[in-house]
């Protein structure tokens, strides 16, 4: 069965501080990588998604993630957070074949202090 | 805003009640997909309909039951609640092959 693991369950930071989240998942096959986010009170939102070609992809509000391939890996970076990316994020990998099943990770609660 | 709305936004139902759950998805889309959140967890999905028809389940037991409208709206079903059904539930819509854009989702609490 597929899985995703994210490392980090909290992660404390303050603005202007480096961010990178881990994530790894488990599946043998083709998938598309994708990571929502989760703002306080909001529904979940799309922050980037890789589904071929370069594996350096770029997302919204300057977040990137890098597709590792070797290591099942597809990490969520951002060099500088704001208090407004306070927030839950999470990880989610969808096989390409069979139905169009996410499988999550169990999510990053991540806390920018100002 | 993605163009998914849920209904309701809240809903508190005691063990062994039915419950139903709407979900409208973003125009032009033609897969809708439901995922359980429970708290602390990352969603977890339960089925996916496409063009009326499910097509996919997860691990979930029968009383968990579904339908898609011609339109594309969603019901999510429940039947005999349990104290562990207490989750948001989740709506997701795309077109076959592309991301899934999620509605704001509906917070069921069962006492």
């Known amino acids: 069965a597929q899985s995703v693991s994210q490392h980090n369950h909290h992660v404390i930071l303050s603005e202007a501080a480096s961010l990178e989240l881990g994530c790894n998942y488990s599946y043998g096959g083709t998938v598309n990588l994708f990571w929502y986010v989760q703002y306080p009170g909001q529904h979940l939102q799309l922050l980037l998604k890789?589904?071929?070609?370069?594996?350096l992809v770029k997302g919204i509000k300057g977040f990137e993630a890098e597709f590792i391939k070797s290591k099942f890996s597809f990490n969520l970076r951002k060099p500088s957070v704001q208090w407004s990316d306070t927030a839950e994020y999470f990880c989610?990998?969808?096989?390409?074949?069979?139905?169009?099943?996410?499988?999550f990770g169990t999510g990053t609660r991540l806390l920018v202090s100002p | 805003e993605t163009g998914v709305t849920q209904s309701p936004t809240h809903l508190i139902k005691t063990r062994g009640q039915q419950v139903t759950l709407r979900c409208s998805s973003q125009?032009?889309?033609?897969?809708v997909s439901w995922y359980q959140q429970a708290l602390g967890q990352g969603p977890q999905f339960i089925f996916q309909?496409?063009?009326?028809?499910?097509?996919g389940r997860g691990n979930f037991p029968p009383r968990f039951s579904g339908l898609q409208f011609p339109n594309y709206s969603s019901e999510l079903n429940v039947n005999a609640l349990e104290l562990d059904d207490s989750a948001l539930y989740l709506c997701?819509?795309?077109?076959?092959?592309?991301?899934?854009?999620f509605g704001p989702g509906t917070r069921l609490t069962v006492t």
């Open positions: 125009s032009g889309h033609n897969t």
């Open positions: 997701a819509s795309s077109l076959t092959g592309y991301e899934q854009y």
């Open positions: 989610a990998v969808k096989p390409l074949t069979g139905f169009q099943k996410l499988v």
């Open positions: 309909y496409y063009r009326e028809e499910e097509n």
């Open positions: 890789y589904f071929s070609g370069d594996p």
